[in-house]
């Protein structure tokens, strides 16, 4: 499973942007898809989640109420819109996937988001 980030960017403070994420290889079938970011000098935090099959989604009170994940199963693909941006939210933003259901297996590259004040 390959999963390939984009959408990153510089980005003004209460600015929005969208990311995507696209996976490949084999039959994509997921648990479930996640967003991380880590902003520098700061460990890997959860952003978001959202269940493959279901659509469930879990957000981190950090972005709770700015955020949405959402899928295209058809295309593979997951998105995360951020709205009202803050420097807090400058990092680099990962997906991932969790196709067993016991750990995210797969990640992306990373893409970076930086927010100017």
């Known amino acids: 499973v390959q999963l390939q980030a984009s959408g990153g960017g510089l980005v003004p403070a209460g600015g929005s942007l969208r990311l995507s994420c696209a996976a490949s290889?084999?039959?994509?079938?997921?648990?479930?898809m996640g967003w991380f970011r880590q902003a520098p000098g700061k460990d890997r935090e959860f952003v978001a989640s959202?269940?493959?099959?279901?659509?469930?989604?879990l957000y981190a009170d950090s972005v709770k109420g700015r955020a949405t994940i959402s899928r295209d199963r058809a295309k593979n693909t997951i998105y995360l819109q951020i709205d009202s941006l803050n420097a807090e939210d400058t990092a680099v933003y990962y997906c991932?996937?969790?196709?067993?259901?016991?750990?995210?297996?797969?990640w992306g590259q990373g893409t970076l988001v930086t927010v100017s004040s």
């Open positions: 991932s996937a969790d196709i067993t259901g016991r750990a995210y297996e797969y």
């Open positions: 290889g084999r039959t994509f079938n997921s648990y479930k």
């Open positions: 959202i269940m493959w099959s279901a659509g469930n989604t």
